[in-house]
C-alpha cells in the first residue's frame, strides 16, 4: 500500500523528521516494592521505527504504557510531542489524542460495530460531525483492508481482521504517534502476517512507531533502531543490522539464540 | 520385512480423500416431538422420575384451579348470598361479583369518583412511555427517554395530586390507593433505582477514597436494615423530627424510603456488571482519548448494564413485590385495598378472601412475567446480534 487514493493530506511524508515525538528521561517506576523501569533514557524522533524486544517481565510493554499514562510512573519525566506527561488529567488527555495503541488483545468495544469503534473517539473526543468521522473510518478500514466488514460486530470478525480493526481504530483519531504492544502475539500464526503488513504499510508513511514485538523478521524490515530490554533497563540499543549481527552485552546473545533458530 | 508388508505400512499411514461425504439428515430419534421428549424429558432415571412427578403434580393442581376460577365460580350476584353455600346449596368457587363490584376501588382506592379519569389518563400516558421505550422499533425513542423520564413525571405529579390554578381539584394522597399507588410506587422506585444505584456503583468503585467510603457506608448500612425499618423511619419517625408544615407527604416519604432502598441493591447489581468489564476495555477506551465520563458513558456502562440485565430485572421484580410492605405506613396499595375489602360485611364469605388473593397473585404474576419475559427478550436480541 503506497500512495493513498483519495486523501493525501491525511498522510506524512516518510523518513526521519528533527523534532523529538517522545523523550524517556531517567524514567523509573516501581509496583510496590518491586523496581520495573530503571532509569530509562530514549529519545524518538519524528518519523522514527522502534522496535522494543526482550524477555517477559522486562518492562518493555509497561515502558511503552507509561507514554500514554496507562501506567503512572514515580520519578523522571515523560515528553510527548513536547508535552510533559504528569497527573494533570489535561496534559494527559492531550497526549493521548496525539499517541494511537494497539493492544495485544485488540481491546474493541464488542457492543459497538467495526465502524462505531473507529468512529467513537473521533465524535466524542475530537468533535467532529458523525458523517465526517464515518468517511474517516472507511478510509482507514480500506487502508487496513477490510471496508467490507464495517458493520459487523468485533466478535464475528477472525483475530487477524480485529486487529486490523484496532489499528484503523487508532488511526481514526489521526494520532503523531504509533504504540503496539505485541500486537501479534494473540494471534493465530495464520494471521500474523495480514496484521504485520499493515504495520509495514504504515511505517512506509512515515508514521512514528514504539513497537514491542518478538517478531524479528518484521523489525529487520522496518525498525530504525532496536532496543532491547532486560530487567526494566535498556540493555543495548544498536541499528537492526548491527543488532543481529553483532550483539554486543551477554544477555542479548543469550535472548537472540533463544529466539532466532 | 518383505515387500508385502511395506506396502500394508504405507497404506495404513497414507490416506487421500477421493470422495466428498454429503451431509445427510440425523436420525428421527434426534427430531421431532418424539426426539424433544427423550432429549429433554426422558433422558435419564432421574429425569424421568422427575417428569413423572411433576405431571401428577400438575394433574393435582390445575384442576383444583380450574374449578376454584372457573367451574364451580359465581359470576353474578349482588351481595354475599350470591357465594353462600348455604344459601345456594352448591359447590362453590371464586365469588367474581364481590371483585366487579369492588374492582374500581381496588384500581383506585378512595380517589374522588369524579375526578378518577385523571387516574385513567395517568394510566395510559405511562402506558405510552413504557411501550415507547421498550418497543425497539418505536419512532424517536430518545424523545421517548425525554417524555418518559421529565414530561410523565412532573405531568403525572401534577395530574394526580392537582394544581387548583389550572382547575384540577387537590387530590390528598391519602386518598390514593390500590393499583394506582402499587403502579406510582413501583415506577418511581424502578425510574430512580436505576441511575442513583449506578452512581453508587460508580462511587463504590471510584479511586477517591472519600467519594468511595461515602458510597460503601450508604450501600452498606442501607443494605443493613428491612425494607420495613425504611419506611417505619421514613412514616412514622421523621415526622417526630420535622415540624408537620416541613414534613412532606406520607406518601412521598414511602416512595424516597424505596427509591433509597431500592437503589442500595441496584448499585451492587451495577457493581457486579462493572467487574465483569475486562481491563482492557478500560485501557481500549483511555487510549483512544475518551475522559471518565464518556469512558463509563459510552464503553463501560453499555456493556456492565446488558451483562447485568437478568439481574437488574430481578431486582425489579423484588421491588414491585416489595411495594406491598408500604401497608405497614398505612397507605392503601393494591393488597391493601383488598384486605379492607374481603372483610366488607356486605361480601363476607368463606370464599372471598381467596378471591381477593387470587386477584392479587394474577395481577402480581401478569406484571412480574411480562418484565421477566422482556428481559429474557432483551437478552436474546442482543446474544443474536453477537455482542456476546
Known amino acids: 500500500m503506497s500512495a493513498d487514493n483519495n486523501s493525501g493530506s491525511l498522510l506524512k511524508p516518510a523518513g526521519l523528521r528533527t523534532e523529538v515525538a517522545v523523550e524517556l528521561i531517567a524514567l523509573n517506576k516501581w509496583y510496590g516494592d518491586f523496581h520495573v523501569l530503571r532509569d530509562i533514557n530514549l529519545k524518538v524522533r519524528g518519523g522514527e521505527r522502534i522496535v522494543i524486544c526482550g524477555p517477559s517481565g522486562s518492562g518493555k510493554s509497561t515502558m511503552i504504557r507509561c507514554i500514554n499514562r496507562l501506567e503512572e510512573h514515580q520519578s523522571g519525566q515523560i515528553f510527548v510531542d513536547g508535552v510533559e506527561v504528569t497527573a494533570d488529567l489535561k496534559k494527559i488527555d492531550e497526549v493521548r489524542r496525539e499517541v494511537g495503541m494497539v493492544f495485544q488483545h485488540f481491546n474493541l468495544f464488542p457492543h459497538l460495530t467495526v465502524l462505531e469503534n473507529c468512529t467513537l473517539a473521533p465524535i466524542w473526543v475530537r468533535k467532529m460531525p458523525k458523517g465526517e468521522a464515518e468517511d474517516v473510518a472507511r478510509h482507514y478500514l480500506t487502508r487496513v483492508k477490510i471496508p467490507e466488514q464495517a458493520n459487523k460486530y468485533p466478535g464475528q470478525l477472525s483475530g487477524g481482521q480485529q486487529q486490523r480493526v484496532a489499528i484503523a481504530r487508532a488511526l481514526c483519531m489521526n494520532p503523531k504517534i504509533m504504540l503496539f504492544d505485541e500486537p501479534t502475539s494473540a494471534l493465530d500464526p495464520e494471521m500474523v502476517k495480514e496484521v504485520l503488513e499493515t504495520m509495514v504499510a504504515l511505517a512506509h508513511d512515515g508514521m512514528t512507531m514504539l513497537v514491542v514485538t518478538h517478531e524479528m523478521g518484521f523489525a529487520r524490515q522496518v525498525a530504525n533502531r532496536i532496543l532491547f530490554m532486560d530487567e526494566g533497563q535498556i540493555v543495548e540499543t544498536n541499528v537492526p543490522g548491527e543488532f543481529f549481527a553483532h550483539p554486543q552485552h551477554e544477555r542479548t546473545k543469550l535472548f537472540l539464540g533463544q529466539i532466532l533458530r | ?388
Open chain 2, 1 to 388: 520385512m518383505t515387500m508385502a508388508e511395506g506396502d500394508l505400512a504405507v497404506a495404513e499411514m497414507a490416506f487421500v480423500r477421493r470422495a466428498t461425504i454429503e451431509p445427510r439428515p440425523p436420525p428421527a430419534a434426534m427430531t421431532g416431538a418424539i426426539g424433544w421428549l427423550r432429549a429433554n424429558l426422558l433422558s435419564t432415571p432421574f429425569n424421568i422420575a422427575l417428569t413423572v412427578l411433576i405431571v401428577l403434580l400438575l394433574a393435582w393442581a390445575i384442576p383444583e384451579i380450574v374449578r376454584f376460577l372457573v367451574i364451580d365460580a359465581v359470576w353474578s350476584g349482588n351481595d354475599r348470598d350470591a357465594c353462600l353455600w348455604t344459601v345456594q346449596h352448591r359447590e362453590i368457587g371464586a365469588c367474581w361479583p364481590f371483585v366487579w363490584e369492588r374492582l374500581p376501588y381496588f384500581i383506585y382506592g378512595s380517589y374522588p369518583i369524579p375526578q378518577r379519569w385523571r387516574v385513567d389518563v395517568f394510566f395510559l400516558m405511562l402506558a405510552v412511555g413504557v411501550v415507547w421505550l421498550l418497543w425497539l422499533k418505536a419512532p424517536r425513542r430518545d424523545l421517548g427517554a425525554v417524555y418518559f423520564f421529565i414530561v410523565l413525571p412532573v405531568v403525572s405529579y401534577i395530574l394526580l395530586t392537582g394544581w387548583s390554578r389550572i382547575g384540577l381539584e387537590p387530590v390528598d394522597s391519602v386518598l390514593w390507593g390500590g393499583v394506582l399507588v402499587t403502579i406510582v410506587v413501583a415506577s418511581v422506585g424502578i425510574v430512580f433505582s436505576l441511575p442513583l444505584g449506578i452512581i453508587l456503583a460508580l462511587g463504590r468503585r471510584s479511586r477517591m477514597p472519600v467519594v468511595r467510603t461515602l458510597s460503601v457506608i450508604f450501600i452498606e448500612f442501607v443494605r443493613g436494615v428491612p425494607l420495613i425499618t425504611v419506611l417505619f423511619m421514613a412514616g412514622v419517625m421523621l415526622p417526630l423530627f420535622v415540624p408537620e408544615q416541613y414534613s412532606p407527604d406520607k406518601l412521598v416519604r414511602a416512595l424516597v424510603g424505596i427509591a433509597i432502598f431500592a437503589s442500595a441493591y441496584m448499585a451492587e447489581v451495577v457493581r457486579a456488571g462493572l467487574q465483569a468489564i475486562p481491563r482492557g476495555q478500560y485501557e481500549g477506551a483511555m487510549a483512544v482519548g475518551l475522559g471518565y465520563a464518556q469512558m463509563m458513558r459510552l464503553v463501560v456502562l453499555p456493556q456492565a448494564l446488558t451483562v447485568t440485565i437478568p439481574n437488574i430485572v430481578n431486582t425489579y421484580i423484588g421491588l414491585f413485590k416489595d411495594t406491598t410492605l408500604v401497608f405497614i405506613v398505612g397507605i392503601f396499595d393494591l393488597l391493601r385495598t383488598i384486605e379492607v375489602a374481603r372483610i366488607d360485611p356486605k361480601w363476607a364469605t368463606p370464599v372471598t378472601s381467596t378471591t381477593g388473593y387470587a386477584v392479587a397473585a394474577i395481577f402480581y404474576v401478569v406484571f412480574c412475567y411480562g418484565m421477566s419475559r422482556y428481559a429474557r427478550a432483551t437478552e436474546a436480541r442482543l446474544a443474536k446480534s453477537g455482542r456476546r
